[in-house]
């Protein structure tokens, strides 16, 4: 088919390559330190890898159950028992998904009519506003932007004010990405009363649960009296236990909520990931030194990194939890266009990160804000602020 033909749906109008692909395929060409999108570059526990392994061995190889491996089911309803004392049955309460990202997808599109609103934090991991485009609905941003401290929050009011007759969810993902806020008892609560005051869904994604810093724990949404019923919790083991590659996720929650999200989830992929699944019940039964490690790890690798923009010259808003650190670049780039810094930033210095426009609704929110990931090597960490503070210490812009 010719290249000018016009085909793509106006559904996902300006909705072009995501900006992983373009600026990956960037830190390719040029053999830069990729600190843009989130994944790791270490393994994840033997116990897990070595358990995906014998399952393809021991013949785990065709479609499971279309809910999921019952084993695996279990061991999320344990997870959640285990660490947040949420009581889910496996049977009836539990679904796996290909990741958290086509829990997400289900859930938006087994819920939404088209018209309806969804309320959800600006900047946001960028599946959101696609799947919530593919759904026929809208997006209603409400802004996270940093305090005087430079903790990322929000303005109750804006958030109460997002509400009108077509609402029908919120959509919340703590710990964040990009800006690494967790929210806070107060804030959870407030979500909460609104979605109870307005009889909303809350549709949780909570890839980061165990990627907190600072002795911060996670709260679940669902464990706040009167929440259970209305929300759909959404998680996965690509970040928990550096198997992004994997895909699997897992959505649990009342029934009707679980129902919906599964009845659009089963027409996407129906199942995947066999082998894997198996894998991931390991990894959620893995004793809690391994998680204490985990986020004990990946902090040592923010202060590094935290440290390493500062001495180039960068603003770093220092994350609470997750993968990622936002840098306001204006003090090494006095244009504050994240975007064409993201672009030129690979020639200029071997060093790939994304610019946070692409996270927003309106992108000039986010337009000075540039995303780098923490999730990596020391010694990567070191190379990408070491070439930084080449191109940037010295204070004079190029
Ligand atoms: C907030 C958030 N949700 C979901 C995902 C994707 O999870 P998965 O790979 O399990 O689909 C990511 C990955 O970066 C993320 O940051």
Same mark, same amino acid.
């Given at each position: 088919?010719?290249?000018?033909?016009?085909?793509?749906?106006?559904?996902?109008?300006?909705?072009?390559?995501?900006?992983?692909?373009?600026?990956?395929?960037?830190?390719?060409?040029?053999?830069?330190?990729?600190?843009? *999108?989130?994944?790791?570059?270490?393994?994840? $526990?033997?116990?897990?890898?070595?358990?995906?392994?014998?399952?393809?061995?021991?013949?785990?190889?065709?479609?499971?159950?279309?809910?999921?491996?019952?084993?695996? !089911?279990?061991?999320?309803?344990?997870? @959640?028992?285990?660490?947040?004392?949420?009581?889910?049955?496996?049977?009836? *309460?539990?679904?796996? %998904?290909?990741?958290?990202?086509?829990?997400?997808?289900?859930?938006?599109?087994?819920?939404? =009519? %088209?018209?309806?609103?969804?309320?959800?934090?600006?900047?946001?991991?960028?599946?959101?506003?696609?799947?919530?485009?593919? &759904?026929?609905?809208?997006?209603?941003?409400?802004?996270?932007?940093?305090?005087?401290?430079?903790?990322?929050?929000?303005?109750?009011?804006?958030?109460?004010? &997002?509400?009108?007759?077509?609402?029908?969810?919120?959509?919340?993902?703590?710990?964040?990405?990009?800006?690494?806020?967790?929210?806070?008892? =107060?804030?959870?609560?407030?979500?909460?009363?609104?979605?109870?005051?307005?009889?909303?869904?809350?549709?949780?994604?909570?890839?980061?649960?165990?990627?907190?810093?600072?002795?911060?724990?996670?709260?679940?949404?669902?464990?706040?009296?009167?929440?259970?019923?209305?929300?759909?919790?959404?998680?996965?083991?690509?970040?928990?236990?550096?198997?992004?590659?994997?895909?699997?996720?897992?959505?649990?929650?009342?029934?009707?909520?679980?129902?919906?999200?599964?009845?659009?989830?089963?027409?996407?992929?129906?199942?995947?990931?066999?082998?894997? @699944?198996?894998?991931?019940?390991?990894?959620?039964?893995?004793?809690?030194?391994?998680? =204490?490690?985990?986020?004990?790890?990946? *902090?040592? &690798?923010?202060? !590094?990194?935290?440290?390493?923009?500062?001495?180039?010259?960068?603003?770093?808003?220092?994350?609470?939890?997750?993968?990622?650190?936002?840098?306001?670049?204006?003090?090494?780039?006095?244009?504050?266009?994240?975007?064409?810094?993201?672009?030129?930033?690979?020639?200029?210095?071997?060093?790939?990160?994304? $610019?946070?426009?692409?996270?927003?609704?309106?992108?000039?929110?986010?337009?000075?804000?540039?995303?780098?990931?923490?999730?990596?090597?020391?010694?990567?960490?070191?190379?990408?602020?070491?070439?930084?503070?080449?191109?940037?210490?010295?204070?004079?812009?190029?």
């Amino acid at each position: 088919m010719s290249g000018h033909v016009d085909v793509l749906t106006s559904k996902l109008d300006g909705f072009g390559t995501t900006i992983f692909a373009e600026m990956s395929a960037l830190a390719v060409e040029t053999g830069a330190v990729n600190l843009g *999108q989130g994944f790791p570059d270490t393994d994840g $526990p033997q116990e897990v890898l070595e358990e995906a392994i014998a399952a393809i061995r021991r013949g785990v190889n065709q479609y499971p159950p279309g809910l999921g491996d019952p084993d695996l !089911r279990r061991a999320v309803a344990e997870h @959640q028992q285990r660490w947040y004392g949420l009581a889910v049955d496996p049977a009836s *309460q539990v679904v796996i %998904t290909a990741g958290a990202t086509e829990a997400l997808a289900g859930a938006l599109l087994g819920m939404l =009519d %088209t018209g309806d609103e969804v309320v959800v934090f600006e900047p946001m991991y960028d599946s959101y506003q696609a799947a919530i485009a593919l &759904a026929g609905a809208r997006a209603v941003p409400v802004l996270l932007a940093p305090d005087a401290g430079g903790r990322y929050v929000f303005d109750p009011d804006e958030l109460r004010q &997002a509400v009108t007759p077509r609402t029908k969810l919120i959509l919340l993902n703590t710990p964040h990405n990009p800006t690494g806020k967790v929210f806070d008892a =107060d804030e959870l609560a407030l979500v909460a009363e609104v979605a109870i005051d307005h009889d909303l869904v809350v549709v949780t994604d909570e890839v980061y649960e165990h990627l907190l810093f600072d002795g911060r724990r996670h709260v679940p949404i669902a464990t706040l009296p009167g929440m259970f019923e209305r929300t759909l919790t959404i998680s996965s083991g690509g970040k928990t236990f550096h198997t992004t590659g994997w895909k699997i996720g897992w959505m649990s929650g009342a029934e009707p909520l679980v129902a919906a999200a599964k009845t659009a989830k089963q027409f996407l992929t129906f199942v995947n990931g066999a082998p894997f @699944q198996p894998a991931m019940a390991v990894g959620l039964r893995m004793p809690d030194a391994y998680f =204490d490690s985990l986020a004990a790890t990946l *902090q040592t &690798a923010r202060d !590094r990194l935290v440290d390493g923009l500062g001495a180039a010259g960068f603003t770093a808003h220092v994350p609470e939890a997750t993968y990622f650190i936002t840098v306001d670049i204006r003090s090494v780039d006095p244009s504050g266009d994240g975007m064409a810094f993201c672009r030129s930033l690979p020639e200029r210095c071997g060093v790939v990160a994304v $610019p946070d426009e692409v996270f927003y609704v309106r992108p000039e929110h986010g337009r000075h804000l540039v995303r780098f990931a923490c999730c990596k090597r020391p010694d990567v960490i070191d190379e990408a602020a070491r070439r930084l503070a080449a191109g940037f210490a010295s204070g004079s812009p190029s």
